[in-house]
């Protein structure tokens, strides 16, 4: 199993009330990674919604010169921001209003836990263990007592499905502050 150490001073993240929405995602830029996904969907949203939203990428891999080749053709250089490999997430994570995970396949992830871990709201593909630990679902293999009370900390779209993943971002995108809180 996976863990993530959670460091309590470096992490504030309640939901900011701030006019830009600071989306974050953490992965090797890589095809299983599927950032091309998250682009390409990005590039479809309404424009006013655009310019509501800043995407940054931690991460490096070979994928990198693509996808800024892309994001360049589609004019969206003002929304995404590559960072590259970092040692520390949290500083991050601690400035941002949401995480995504687009990815393709994925067993546990280390990113989301240590997203979840911060505090963050997540949207997440449907693959791997992402809908367990974004919707609190118990796998039926696993027999234990847990609080009824597990509430979502965020959303699961189908995996590749560009309509749902747009859906479900304008959605967060237009919540309130204390909706954002909420989750």
Known sequence: PNGVEIINSNINNSPKDRSIIHLISIGSLTKKKDYNFLIDSISCMDKVLLDRIKILILGDGPE????????????????????????????????????????????????????????????????????????????????FNYSSNIQSCGFIYGKGNNEEFIKTLEHFINLDIAERKAL
Request: charged letters at 25%.
């Open 64 to 143: 990198k010169r693509s996808l800024r080749n892309k994001i360049c053709h589609l004019k969206l250089e003002k929304i995404f921001c590559f960072k590259g490999n970092v040692d520390d997430v949290n500083p991050y994570l601690s400035d941002s209003d949401l995480f995504i995970l687009t990815s393709k396949a994925e067993g546990m992830s280390n990113a989301l836990l240590e997203a979840l871990a911060s505090g963050l709201p997540a949207i997440c593909s449907d693959v791997g263990n992402n809908s367990e630990l974004i919707l609190g679902k118990v796998p039926k293999n696993m027999q």
